[in-house]
């Protein structure tokens, strides 16, 4: 009796040590440890951050902005006025992602890529990465064909390099260095190139709540305002619902950026939210 408990014991052993050290290599792994979740969604407030849809995912937003706050009363303080951007991001694959959209009182239909070169690693690479390139094209009417209208004047572009790093469980700081291209400019002399650079953040507040922010300061045409957006993010299960307050009530980049004319100071504050909606494709 004594021989086959110490046999039982042996076996037993053997079989927990065994079972540890292929518990030990399937600890192991390969693949680097990435900083997920820099910001709630595709937008810090206007601009866009460097989170992509997943791979397979349909993303489903609308953008509403209205009026300004200083518009009085009578205009219930901008609400009376209002303008909206729906569109569509996909996630082709994990570090690639297009949309498509379209702004109600601009007449304008954008289309957009994104492109994730690197991920923020833990204890490894610093920042996250992101090229972002947007295009946008003004629609117009058949009345308004004149002979020298010129097909190519009505586009405009957007280039972003997006870096963000997740400095700790709560904070997250973005750079967004940003040129904006216009085939046609309004006056002979003004550049056809506009050079901004956009700093943007999130603080968590609680686990479904944060705030954002961001800035775009304006290095070479200094007759269109400095943009200041403010936020609160609010996840609820598959949708993410942001309100916002900002100086511009546009809400694609080539125009928020580069065609603000409104200034917090004089009450020129615009109040909107957006919500988004996630759909798994396959």
């Given at each position: ?9 042996l ?19 390969d ?8 910001f ?17 995912v349909l993303?489903?937003n ?32 994990d ?13 304008v239909?954008?289309?957009n ?6 991920r923020?690693?833990k ?5 996250t ?5 947007a ?15 010129v ?8 280039h972003?390099?997006?870096?963000a790093?997740k ?7 973005q750079?967004s260095?940003?040129?904006v291209?216009?085939?046609l ?5 003004e ?51 942001q ?18 004319t ?21």
């Open positions: 009796m004594r021989r086959f408990i110490l046999i039982v014991a076996l037993t052993s053997s079989f927990a040590n065994a079972q540890d050290n292929l518990l030990g290599m399937l600890a192991v792994s693949e680097p440890n990435y900083i997920g979740y820099l709630k969604g595709t937008k810090i407030v206007n601009a866009q951050s460097v989170e992509l849809p997943a791979q397979g993303q489903f609308i953008q509403h902005r209205f009026g300004t706050l200083n518009s009085g009363i009578y205009n219930l303080y901008g609400l009376d006025f209002s303008q909206v951007r729906l569109s569509f991001d996909y996630g082709i694959e570090w690639l992602a297009v949309s498509i959209g379209r702004s109600s009182s601009l007449k239909i954008d289309a890529s994104k492109i994730r070169l690197k923020q690693v204890e490894g690479f610093p920042v990465i992101v090229l972002n390139s295009a946008y094209l003004k629609q117009w009417q058949d009345n308004q064909v004149q002979e020298y209208f097909f190519a004047n009505q586009l405009s572009y957007t972003q390099i997006l870096l790093r400095i700790n469980r709560d904070l997250t700081l750079l260095p940003t040129i291209h216009y085939n400019v309004e006056m002979q002399k550049s056809h190139d506009r050079y901004s650079l956009g700093i943007g953040g999130r603080q968590k507040l609680t686990q479904r709540i944060s705030l954002n922010a961001e800035y775009f300061y304006q290095l070479n045409e200094r007759r269109n305002n400095n943009i200041l957006s403010l936020g609160f993010d609010i996840e609820t299960g598959g949708h993410v619902f309100l916002h307050l900002s100086n511009s009530p546009a809400m694609i980049d080539s125009e928020f950026i580069t065609q603000t409104g200034e917090w100071l004089k009450g020129d504050i615009y109040f909107g939210f957006n919500i988004s909606r996630v759909f798994t494709i396959y």
